[in-house]
């Protein structure tokens, strides 16, 4: 079903969930490389309604997607034809309780870090740069600077989507690797009980300078982009290959292969997905000849 032909009944059965309907929205707002078509949005505030919400959706036959923080994702020009759900920020706070706090996984991941520096709780220095949601940082096990969320992880509640089931797990249940974790696709991570290292406010504060000021001088913090598109490949650095092509600057369309780090494209002159695409298989192509090296998307990628 289009988003053009979805009929309008749906709208106020939505509302009686305690979400918002938000027909058509350009999806390039909820992403940081700010590009993507429409789709129609349920922004949902009561986190407890969602089994209700995704089985109505499930009766209905309406496809959904789960978008997080939109800072690791890329989606294609075309309007989508899935339910897009999103929780709103308000769905909850941050419970301390000694060295162990209770977080909303639609919680800001660097506001998170600076809540817990300020309660003496350490341990996610090298986090505190990366753009997006808890809960988004959990799913691919985001990680800096010698820190991966997974390793500060206890337990954490999730909404098993195909079975519409709220599950417990504690981190011996789930695997977290490289940008990787056991999670599929129809999971949406709800809360995360993380364990942390007691440590003084200012030895945090000066681990988190030290961690920016790398980050300044080697990402290009201050433009659109998606982090890094490929992950590194085991030894390697996709970086290093890229720049060593000398792609670094290389255009198509709006999309640039960034100056201060190879492994980001940026949205510089109004991109379009499709360039953001042409850019990334040009990239493959260049370094499967070069080096002999099949690279993998670290960024998330939505298309129908
Ligand atoms: N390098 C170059 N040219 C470049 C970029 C890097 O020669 O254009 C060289 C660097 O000089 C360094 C090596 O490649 O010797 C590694 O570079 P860097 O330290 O910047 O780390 P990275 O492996 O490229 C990873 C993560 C980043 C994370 C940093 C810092 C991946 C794919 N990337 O980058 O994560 O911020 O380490 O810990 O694992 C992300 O996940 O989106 C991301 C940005």
Known sequence: MSVLTRDSAIAEQIAAFGADWVPGEPLARHTSLAVGGRADLARLHDVQRL?????????RGVAWRFLGGGSNLLVVDDDLDDVILKLARDSGRLEFQGNRVEVPAAANLGTTVMECAKRN??????????PGTV??????NAGAYGTQIGDVVRALKVFRGSM????????ENVRFEYRHTSFGPDDILLSVSLELPERD??????KIKQCNQKRRASQPINERSAGC??????????GRMIDELGMKGHREGGAVVSERHANFIVNRYQATASDIFRLMDLIRERVRAAFGVELEEEVVTWRN
């Open 51 to 59: 089994p209700e919400l995704v089985d109505f959706l499930g009766r």
């Open 121 to 130: 709780l350490g341990g996610m220095e090298g986090l505190v740069g990366v």
């Open 229 to 238: 598109i490929f992950k590194n490949p085991p030894g390697l650095s996709t």
């Open 135 to 140: 809960g988004g940082a959990l799913r691919m």
């Open 201 to 206: 406010y200012a030895e945090i504060l000066e």
């Open 164 to 171: 519409r089931r709220m599950e417990t797990l504690s981190h």
